[in-house]
């Protein structure tokens, strides 16, 4: 089982930036990968990055050359760095980790971009 928790959202202007960072506790052994989602009201969770434990990291075409994600894998943390954020990024934005074939959410974290 595996717990994960995310902060660092906020309210930001378009072309500002923010920083979000995941802890996951719990037993966190081998999870692989982990990434972020991100949700609107009324619409399905879509893929924002994933990062693999010692592999390639996936990016959506709506954020490529953005944002960012990194995994510290001693620390059980993963991180997004989000640049030159617009409207269009505001979502509620969840943690995700998957291990042995079962997915494990944090509750979310809301981020909001103002024009």
């Known amino acids: 089982q595996v717990q994960l928790m995310e902060s660092g959202g906020g309210l930001v202007q378009a072309g500002g930036s923010l920083r979000l960072s995941c802890v996951a506790s719990g037993d966190v052994v081998s999870a692989d990968p982990m990434g972020w989602y991100r949700q609107t009201p009324g619409n399905q969770r879509e893929l924002v990055a994933l990062k693999a434990r010692y592999g390639s990291t996936t990016y959506a075409d709506s954020v490529k050359g953005r944002f960012t994600i990194t995994r510290d894998n001693a620390r059980n943390t993963v991180a997004l760095q989000m640049n030159s954020l617009k409207p269009e990024d505001t979502a509620v934005y969840y943690c995700?980790?998957?291990?042995?074939?079962?997915?494990?959410w944090g509750q979310g974290t809301q981020v909001s971009v103002s024009s």
């Open positions: 995700m980790a998957s291990r042995y074939g079962a997915t494990y």
